[in-house]
T-cell receptor, first 113, second 114 residues
Framework: QQQVKQSPQSLIVQKGGISIINCAYENTAFDYFPWYQQFPGKGPALLIA?????SEKKEGRFTISFNKSAKQFSLHIMDSQPGDSATYFCAASITGSARQLTFGSGTQLTVLP | GAVVSQHPSRVICKSGTSVKIECRSL??????MFWYRQFPKQSLMLMAT?????????EQGVEKDKFLINHASLTLSTLTVTSAHPEDSSFYIC??????????FGPGTRLTVL
């Protein structure tokens, strides 16, 4: 019940295209959903995060869409660039004393020039 | 965003020695820090939750006597890998939680045990 399932495992997109990564969860107690970007040999960097009280959040080229009833959320990267090539992780946490993150398995995005 | 540093970024040691990794939150105070381990092309695996001034909480299967965690101040947590063996070789990443939920990650430490 603590799992967050992420798909696809890998994604190849042409420059200028839209990259879409999906995540699904089971635990309805999750109330914070961040996305992280990780380059090889580096730590994850926070991209954008959302809470269940909104259905969409946009920051620059990155948008999170959230569907509470379906228990799904997705990351959309508009106008994808080669520099966006990285591994993306979705995550979820429950408000509480520790607020540990439960991570998805990751999506390796390659944007072709 | 907030900055978390880790030191060292890379360490090579002989089997049987101990290695200490430092994690610092540079521009905010973190009552809670987390330690993760990451294998190549895999997701992050939570090892332990570190709370300032109290004992760390370890995830199931993580040996607390091998991976010693100390959170002595609101900006510093350390992970000591004791009596390291080649199977401990991995990428170790810390994160610090800024109020209320956001976790900021350090750049990671690549440990190689010969």
């Amino acid at each position: 019940q603590q799992q967050v399932k992420q798909s696809p495992q890998s994604l190849i997109v042409q420059k200028g295209g839209i990259s879409i990564i999906n995540c699904a969860y089971e635990n309805t107690a999750f109330d914070y959903f961040p996305w992280y970007q990780q380059f090889p040999g580096k730590g994850p960097a926070l991209l954008i995060a959302i809470r269940p009280d909104v259905s969409e959040k946009k920051e620059g080229r990155f948008t999170i869409s959230f569907n509470k009833s379906a228990k799904q959320f997705s990351l959309h990267i508009m106008d994808s660039q080669p520099g966006d090539s990285a591994t993306y992780f979705c995550a979820a946490s429950i408000t509480g004393s520790a607020r540990q993150l439960t991570f998805g398995s990751g999506t390796q995005l390659t944007v072709l020039p | 965003g907030a900055v978390v540093s880790q030191h060292p970024s890379r360490v090579i040691c002989k089997s049987g020695t101990s290695v200490k990794i430092e994690c610092r939150s540079l521009d905010f105070q973190a009552t809670t820090m987390f330690w993760y381990r990451q294998f190549p092309k895999q997701s992050l695996m939570l090892m332990a939750t570190s709370n300032e001034g109290s004992k760390a909480t370890y995830e199931q299967g993580v040996e607390k006597d091998k991976f010693l965690i100390n959170h002595a101040s609101l900006t510093l947590s350390t992970l000591t890998v004791t009596s390291a063996h080649p199977e401990d070789s991995s990428f170790y990443i810390c994160s610090a939680r800024d109020w209320p939920d956001t976790q900021y990650f350090g750049p990671g430490t690549r440990l190689t045990v010969l």
